[in-house]
């Protein structure tokens, strides 16, 4: 069965540091990782991935893909109160998108 | 203005009522989703459609139907609520190849009483 985990469930931080989100994924036709911000309503996408260790950077955020190891991480340095989201990830193996559960961070002024 | 739109933007309703969500776009994209957000179960998909000939089924279609009634309006009913339904719906529509990003509309929120 395609699965899409994400971790950690959720994270609380000061403005300035710097975070980790993870997204693990068992497919059986890989084609791309999806990254998605959701705020108060609609996600909003972030980045595609489809090859191994070519990091995508936007600002302050970037994200890197290891198919090897079946993971992608989204980086986010030197955050900000605006940057207080739900991250999604999601996979589509097929014609169907798989999302994971999100990761909801909150960042503290 | 929006360019996926969903209508109505809320909604209460009661138990065995047929309710209907409407999602425009102006996009131009093929492909059309509806999902469903339910908190700790992330975005799940119901129904897909790649044109108004082609509708196939998602993760979760039970309790649902859809119309593709153009390239730009696709319609999600259910035809007896029950309150497990109640939910945040979301449209999205993509362009071209199945893997490419999503983009959604503003969602709707369904309480089912």
């Known amino acids: 069965e395609d699965k899409v985990v994400q971790s950690p469930l959720s994270l609380v931080v000061h403005e300035g540091d710097t975070v980790t989100l993870n997204c693990s994924y068992e497919v059986t036709n890989f084609r791309s990782l999806l990254w998605y911000k959701q705020e108060k309503k609609a996600p909003t996408f972030l980045f595609m991935l489809?090859?191994?260790?070519i990091e995508k950077k936007s600002g302050r955020l970037s994200s890197i893909l290891d198919k090897k190891e079946l993971f992608s991480i989204l980086n986010i340095t030197a955050t900000q109160t605006g940057d207080s989201a739900v991250y999604l990830c999601a996979v589509p193996p097929g014609n169907q998108f798989y999302f994971g559960t999100g990761t909801s961070l909150t960042v503290i002024p | 203005d929006a360019d996926v739109t969903q209508t109505p933007r809320n909604r209460i309703t009661k138990t065995g009522k047929r309710i209907m969500l409407e999602c425009s776009q102006t996009k131009g994209h093929d492909r059309m989703y509806w999902y469903r957000q339910d908190p700790g179960l992330g975005l799940r998909l119901i129904y897909y459609?790649?044109?108004?000939?082609?509708?196939n089924k998602g993760e979760i279609s039970d309790g649902y139907s859809v119309s593709r009634q153009a390239q730009a309006k696709f319609s999600l009913s259910l035809e007896s609520a029950i309150p497990n339904q109640t939910a945040l719906y979301f449209c999205?529509?993509?362009?071209?190849?199945?893997?490419?990003?999503?983009?959604f509309g503003p969602g709707t929120r369904l309480t089912v009483l």
């Open positions: 999205a529509t993509s362009p071209g190849l199945a893997f490419n990003e999503q983009f």
């Open positions: 489809t090859s191994s260790g």
């Open positions: 459609s790649f044109d108004v000939k082609d509708i």
